[in-house]
């Protein structure tokens, strides 16, 4: 699989070495983020480079459910175990004409979210604006009334004001990634105290 918009000028990551985790070769960590707000600490996005057995070594034990540890340059070592199996999707690609791969690892919540009563995704932001994109894009498949663009800044202020509505991963690389709380109830209620409080209003209509 290739990176999620790797031909979107606005997909660029931040590559900042922090150690290695041997799999069946060494696999070079330059990123994670870790759901601490889950009932036991989640991983939820992992940026790896190097041999391609490495890689799909890693993916596979953290896939299984099983431990994997990263061996930093300073400091413990940083363990990673998801709850259940089946829960990580890889986007790898090789780095140009060399033995290299480049290696993202997702929740399947980021990539494949349950739009339901009450769930949660994940957003990497990459570029300005985004945020606002992604969260409004959400909030509309969430709720079962209309959701207009001109309501997203909105929505996206509410989600940065209300740690009950979204909130920062802790990460190490540099790599922003934000926890969205997809609770259908709270959402309705957000967007009826925006119509009520005149911070949004419904678009006027040709009569």
Not at 47 to 57: D, F, K, R, S, W
Not at 117 to 125: C, D, G, P
Request: net charge negative; hydrophobic share 40%; glycine share 8%.
């Amino acid at each position: 699989m290739t990176p999620p918009l790797k031909n979107n000028p606005a997909w660029t990551l931040p590559m900042k070495y922090l150690g290695v985790i041997s799999a069946h070769g060494d696999a070079y960590v330059f990123g994670y983020a870790i759901d601490m707000e889950a009932q036991n600490p989640l991983p939820v996005y992992l940026n790896l480079a190097g041999p391609a057995t490495a890689i799909e070594a890693a993916w596979a034990r953290l896939d299984l459910g099983k431990e994997l540890n990263l061996i930093p340059e300073n400091g413990g070592t940083v363990h990673f175990q998801a709850p259940d199996k089946g829960l990580y999707r890889r986007f790898q690609t090789r780095l140009g004409a060399s033995d290299t791969d480049h290696c993202i690892l997702l929740h399947r919540d980021a990539v494949e979210p349950v739009y339901a009563e009450h769930s949660k995704t994940y957003l990497l932001v990459t570029g300005d604006g985004q945020f606002t994109d992604l969260v409004g894009m959400h909030v509309q498949r969430l709720v079962q009334v209309a959701v207009f663009k001109d309501w997203h800044p909105f929505l996206s202020e509410q989600a940065r004001r209300d740690p009950d509505l979204a909130y920062t991963l802790w990460n190490e690389g540099g790599q922003t990634i934000w926890a969205l709380v997809l609770d259908r109830n709270a959402w309705t209620r957000t967007i009826q105290h925006g119509l009520e409080a005149g911070r949004i209003t419904l678009p006027e209509t040709n009569a």
